[in-house]
């Protein structure tokens, strides 16, 4: 089991900025990709940006060029900043990490954490 746990939102401005902590523990052995997702009131959660373990990254059109996902130097680590916030950006903010277990690629999540941007 991979126990995830995230840290790091909050209130903020829009324009402002947040950056996001997450970290994994437990059996690690061979993580594919960490990455966040988000859910707004309402909606279905929606990918945000993950990184693999190559350090290959990827994002979501409408976060492109403000949020950047980055890895600690331990590697079961994953941080999200996010800058130029928008009310739209509004949500709990999901971490998740991918890892192979027996052939299957199996995902973990962590518990959430809220991000909220005012007008």
């Known amino acids: 089991q991979v126990q995830m746990v995230e840290s790091g939102g909050g209130l903020v401005q829009a324009g402002g900025s947040l950056r996001l902590s997450c970290a994994a523990s437990?059996?690690?052995?061979?993580?594919?990709?960490m990455a966040w997702y988000r859910q707004a009131p309402g909606k279905q959660r929606e990918f945000v940006a993950t990184?693999?373990?190559?350090?290959?990254?990827d994002y979501a059109d409408s976060v492109k060029g403000r949020f950047t996902v980055s890895r600690g130097n331990a590697k079961n680590t994953v941080y999200l900043q996010m800058n130029s916030l928008k009310p739209e950006d509004t949500a709990v903010y999901y971490c998740?990490?991918?890892?192979?277990?027996?052939?299957?690629?199996?995902?973990?999540w962590g518990q959430g954490t809220q991000v909220t941007v005012s007008s």
């Open positions: 998740n990490a991918g890892q192979f277990e027996y052939g299957f690629l199996r995902n973990y």
């Open positions: 990184i693999f373990s190559g350090g290959s990254t």
């Open positions: 437990g059996s690690i052995f061979s993580i594919n990709h």
